[in-house]
């Protein structure tokens, strides 16, 4: 509300400015002055904000909300099927993700590495990650659907396309209320 009132007011006295030319001489040293103070003011918020002690890190655990940690172990991807997609350097993976832990599964990164094994001798094309963000509870499960991105081999796509998936940094919550 205030910025509209300002911009009515700077409306009206340009107007003015413009109309009665008594006004314009009166105004101009006037704004000029109001401009100024502005700018000062504005750059000595900006230098006392940037030279502020950065504040200290919320700690996510506390005494009312225990530590909740799932293991690598516990949680499973299953039926991740690679589809192609557009464009051709990019796939879309689905499967189903469960959660085997005692905690809230809240998300994690799924780390995976593309290879072309034609006759058995493979080539490593390219390595992605994904941040899956899921709120599964302990024992359930829920489908999963993200894009990858590779490089572009330069031979064309992968003949026998190997996936290796692996997954990482994994964050939890207490199961509780």
């Given at each position: 509300?205030?910025?509209?009132?300002?911009?009515?007011a700077?409306f009206?006295v340009v107007?003015?400015a413009?109309w009665?030319?008594?006004?314009r001489?009166m105004?101009?040293?006037?704004?000029?002055?109001l401009?100024?103070?502005?700018l000062v003011?504005?750059?000595?918020?900006?230098?006392?904000?940037?030279?502020?002690?950065p504040?200290e890190?919320l700690?996510?655990?506390?005494a009312d909300?225990?530590v909740a940690t799932i293991a690598d172990?516990?949680?499973?991807l299953e039926?991740l099927k690679?589809?192609?997609?557009t464009?051709?350097?990019?796939y879309?993976?689905?499967?189903?993700?469960?959660?085997?832990?005692?905690?809230?599964?809240d998300?994690?990164t799924?780390d995976v590495?593309?290879?072309?094994?034609?006759s058995?001798?493979c080539r490593t094309?390219?390595?992605d990650?994904a941040?899956?963000?899921?709120r599964i509870p302990?024992?359930?499960?829920?489908?999963l659907?993200?894009?990858?991105?590779?490089p572009a081999?330069?031979?064309?796509?992968?003949?026998?396309?190997?996936?290796t998936?692996?997954?990482v940094?994994?964050?939890?919550?207490p199961?509780?209320p």
């Amino acid at each position: 509300m205030l910025w509209i009132s300002l911009a009515i007011a700077s409306f009206v006295v340009v107007a003015l400015a413009v109309w009665d030319q008594r006004f314009r001489k009166m105004a101009e040293p006037a704004l000029s002055v109001l401009v100024a103070v502005g700018l000062v003011s504005a750059f000595v918020v900006w230098w006392t904000d940037d030279n502020a002690r950065p504040p200290e890190p919320l700690s996510p655990v506390t005494a009312d909300r225990p530590v909740a940690t799932i293991a690598d172990s516990q949680v499973r991807l299953e039926n991740l099927k690679f589809e192609k997609s557009t464009p051709a350097s990019s796939y879309v993976v689905t499967g189903t993700v469960h959660n085997d832990g005692t905690a809230f599964l809240d998300y994690f990164t799924l780390d995976v590495t593309l290879d072309d094994c034609p006759s058995g001798t493979c080539r490593t094309i390219g390595r992605d990650d994904a941040l899956i963000i899921a709120r599964i509870p302990p024992g359930h499960s829920a489908p999963l659907r993200t894009s990858l991105v590779f490089p572009a081999p330069r031979t064309g796509p992968p003949e026998a396309p190997k996936w290796t998936t692996a997954i990482v940094k994994i964050q939890s919550s207490p199961a509780g209320p």
